[in-house]
C-alpha cells in the first residue's frame, strides 16, 4: 500500500472512530431517556412530551416507546458511517437534552 492510499484511509479510520464513539453514547443516553421515561411516566401525572412518542406510548404502553428508540438506534447504527458527524453528533445533543430533562422531572419523585 502506498504512502498516500495510507494517509488516506487514516481521515476515514478516524471519522469512523468518532462516529462509533458517538454512537455508543446515542445508545447510552437513549436507555436514560427510556428508563426515565418509564418511570415519570409510572409515577407522576407527567406526559410524554414528544408527540411521535405520546402517539406510540398510548397506543403500544412503554413497548411503543421502546420501538421507537429501537427503531431510531438501528437507523443510525445502520447509518452510522454514511452519515455526516455533526447530524450524529445534533441526534446525541437532543437525546442529551431530552434525558437532562426527564431526570430534572424525575428527581423530585425519587426524593419524595
Known sequence: MSSAA??????SAVSSSRN???L???VVLQIADFFTTDFALAHS???EGNPAMAWCFS??????????K???????????????????????V?????AGNNL?????????
Not at 429501537?70 to 446525541?92: D, E, H, K
Not at 430534572?104 to 419524595?112: G, K, N, Q, Y
Open 6 to 11: 495510507n494517509a488516506a484511509a487514516v481521515p
Open 20 to 22: 462509533r464513539v458517538l
Open 24 to 26: 455508543g453514547l446515542l
Open 45 to 47: 401525572a407527567l406526559g
Open 59 to 68: 397506543s403500544q404502553g412503554i413497548l411503543g416507546i421502546a420501538f421507537g
Open 70 to 92: 429501537v427503531a431510531l438506534l438501528g437507523f443510525v447504527a445502520l447509518a452510522t458511517n454514511s452519515i455526516p458527524r455533526w447530524s450524529l453528533a445534533l441526534i446525541v
Open 94 to 98: 437532543v437525546s442529551a437534552l431530552a
Open 104 to 112: 430534572f422531572h424525575v428527581a423530585p419523585l425519587l426524593t419524595s
